[in-house]
């Protein structure tokens, strides 16, 4: 049995001009304005990315690897198909690159990152061979 350690997470971003525009950083700016953004929970308590059809669920297994599997609009599991998803995370400076192995109907990840809080990952999601990546970017609380 998986017990996954995914809490909910609540993702900070921000919208307004790109560009600094002249206009004084120490100063918070009108046009600027923070928006949290929930991610939605899957079935299993990993978190649901729908950019890609069929859904997939991302956990994280007892074993600090990683999972993936794909479910319907109910919730309930679907065959993996040809999804290919890879993950970059970690240190920006000298990120880790993994990659996941088919298992039955579920990817599982042949590594894992370092523990820590808000750890930032990168998920890229290639649902067909040649198909168009979808990218979900992400903070991962990572227990030791």
Not at 76 to 82: F, T, Y
Not at 97 to 114: A, C, D, M, T, Y
């Given at each position: 049995m998986l017990k996954f350690f995914i809490p909910a997470m609540a993702l900070?971003?921000?919208?307004?001009?790109?560009?600094?525009g002249g206009h004084d950083?120490?100063?918070?700016?009108?046009?600027?304005?923070?928006?949290?953004?929930?991610?939605?929970?899957?079935?299993?308590?990993?978190?649901?990315?729908?950019?890609?059809e069929p859904a997939i669920e991302f956990l994280l297994r007892d074993d600090k690897t990683f999972q993936v599997?794909?479910?319907?609009?109910?919730?309930?599991?679907?065959?993996?198909?040809?999804?290919?998803?890879?993950?970059?995370g970690g240190d920006r400076a000298e990120p880790t690159?993994?990659?996941?192995?088919?298992?039955?109907?579920?990817?599982?990840?042949?590594?894992?990152?370092?523990p820590g809080d808000a750890v930032p990952v990168v998920l890229q999601i290639i649902p067909v061979p040649g198909g168009n990546q979808k990218i979900e970017r992400f903070d991962l609380d990572i227990p030791e």
């Open positions: 900070i971003a921000h919208t307004g001009p790109h560009g600094c950083h120490d100063e918070p700016d009108e046009a600027t304005e923070e928006v949290e953004v929930i991610q939605e929970m899957g079935p299993n308590g990993g978190l649901l990315f729908s950019s890609v599997i794909a479910v319907d609009s109910d919730g309930q599991p679907l065959p993996i198909g040809d999804l290919e998803v890879k993950l970059l690159e993994i990659e996941f192995r088919k298992e039955g109907e579920r990817l599982v990840s042949n590594g894992s990152l370092p």
